[in-house]
């Protein structure tokens, strides 16, 4: 479990985010929605232990981040963050490979291979895995970091936006591909979705944030609804009964 108690950052007099109380099941993915600037990536990044926090506490499976060495959180949550800014004259495979540095810092092991082997196969990324990242389409290149990511092989993955980039195709496989590593690999996923179909459609739990606070959590069949999502994005938003469920309809 991931648990949120009077969380609070504050960047500037005017921008704040919280008091934020949340606690995150194990297992299953849970999405964070909400309008652009709510402070879904400042939660996460406090949760990936990214960005400090000024009041309150977070705790990953008992860890407390603030004071939980680094090394050892590394090996139970890892985390995509929504800008991704080294890209540089690195192979996919080197790039999915620096996922493996808290287990072995630098030096691979014929495990740490196997384990790089079975993310970029994951991804559907083999073969690609010897080009560089500025050879690589937007799509791609997001799919290599959640290969990396994956890499990692930690309990807790913190995905920001991961369907960024992706086209149609790509982002329904993304959210099977996660789909998967919960339920099979029996790893707890927390994502930030702008899609607020795929958002009800892959996630167990979705959890509203606006204006820095959370202001919804619950299953999906309770956050799909017209005036639930109406307010917490400010626009109309109506809900209807598609083939395979709700489906939120806004133009
Ligand atoms: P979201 O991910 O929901 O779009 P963010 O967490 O990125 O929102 O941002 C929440 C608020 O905090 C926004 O008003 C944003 O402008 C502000 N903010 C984010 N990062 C910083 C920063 N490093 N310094 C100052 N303000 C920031
Ligand atoms: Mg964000």
Known sequence: ????????????????????????????????IGPNGAGKSTLLTMIGRLLGLDEGTITIAGYDVSSTPSKDLAKIVSILRQENSFITRLTVRQLVGFGRFPYNKGR?????EKVISRAIDFLELTDL????????????????????????????VLLDEPLN??????????????????????????TVLHDINFAGRYSDYICAVKEGKVVE?????????????????DTPVKVIDGPDGPLAVYY
């Open 108 to 112: 691979l092991t014929v495990e740490d």
């Open 1 to 32: 479990m991931i648990s949120l108690t009077d969380v609070q950052k504050r960047y500037s007099d005017e921008v704040a985010i919280g008091p934020v109380d949340l606690q995150i099941p194990a297992g299953g993915i849970t999405t964070l």
């Open 129 to 156: 895995e010897g080009r560089y990242l500025d050879q690589l389409s937007g799509g791609q290149r997001q799919r290599a970091y959640v290969a990396m990511v994956l890499s990692q092989d930690t309990e807790f």
């Open 165 to 190: 980039n992706l086209d149609m195709k790509h982002s329904v496989q993304m959210m099977k591909h996660l789909s998967r590593a919960a339920d099979e690999l029996g790893r707890t996923i927390v």
């Open 217 to 233: 959590f619950g299953t999906p069949a309770e956050i799909m609804d017209g005036d639930v999502l109406t307010r917490v994005f």
